[in-house]
């Protein structure tokens, strides 16, 4: 007895197909956003009428691809104007509570060893990097210990004698107001506080660093101070 077998049924996909295939590919996202939005614009009762051609190779009717095209052409022309995306609102930089640490100089905890404790938003301050709280006393009157102070990187490390800067040199971080040094290598960390003397010596006396060794240079450009109630 012949058992008799079926003929494999090889399915053919139709040029036209894989033709939409590719555009379908080139312009999802961009000419629309997902396949329910599709089906809409070219006539087919369900989203899953488009899974079908795209997962399945489920042949698409002749007629459906001119649609396509034609709704789409100036996309496919490269004259469509695609809206640009809304930008971002502004929400503020990151605030890292770091502290000085107990020594006879104030050196600041390293940022990279926190995470931010919230973020600092007011006008003006758009183009900073993060904020850092102030502690101690050498910049007084100009910085008081307390205030938060919104600081921008300076990476090409030009530095605009008379401003005030976070800087980090060596194992030190600290604000000062730099100023040009003797040498063309060389600034001087001046701070505010000429007041505060300890045997008859400035208690915050300038220094000198090397231009070389600061490693971080940041802006002062924003204090937020504390209020006192």
């Not at 609102?89 to 006879?104: K, N």
């Not at 600034?187 to 400035?202: P, Y």
Request: aromatic share 10%; glycine share 6%; net charge neutral.
């Amino acid at each position: 007895m012949e058992i008799a077998t079926k003929p494999n049924k090889i399915k053919t996909v139709r040029p036209e197909t894989l033709e939409f295939i590719i555009l379908y590919n080139q312009l999802k996202g961009k000419a629309f956003n997902g396949n329910a939005e599709l089906a809409e614009a070219l006539g087919f009762n369900s989203p899953s009428s488009i899974t079908e051609i795209i997962k399945s190779r489920q042949n698409i009717d002749t007629e459906k691809l001119r649609t396509f095209k034609e709704k789409y052409k100036a996309f496919l022309d490269g004259t469509a104007v695609v809206p640009a995306a809304p930008a971002k609102p502004f929400l503020g930089i990151p605030m890292y509570e770091v502290t000085a640490t107990a020594s006879g100089v104030e050196v600041y905890n390293d940022i990279n060893d926190t995470q931010p404790v919230g973020h600092m938003y007011f006008p003006g301050i758009e183009d900073c990097d993060f904020a850092l709280p102030v502690w101690g006393h050498s910049m007084y009157p100009y910085l008081e210990n307390g205030c938060w102070v919104a600081l921008k990187i300076i990476h090409d490390k030009k530095i605009l004698p008379g401003e005030v800067y976070y800087i980090e040199w060596g194992d030190y971080r600290m604000y000062k107001r730099l100023l040009i040094g003797d040498k063309e290598d060389e600034v001087i960390a001046h701070s505010d506080n000429t007041t505060e003397m300890v045997a008859g010596r400035l208690k915050y006396a300038p220094f000198t660093i090397k231009r070389s060794e600061i490693k971080k240079l940041c802006l002062v450009k924003d204090i937020h101070k504390k209020h006192n109630h």
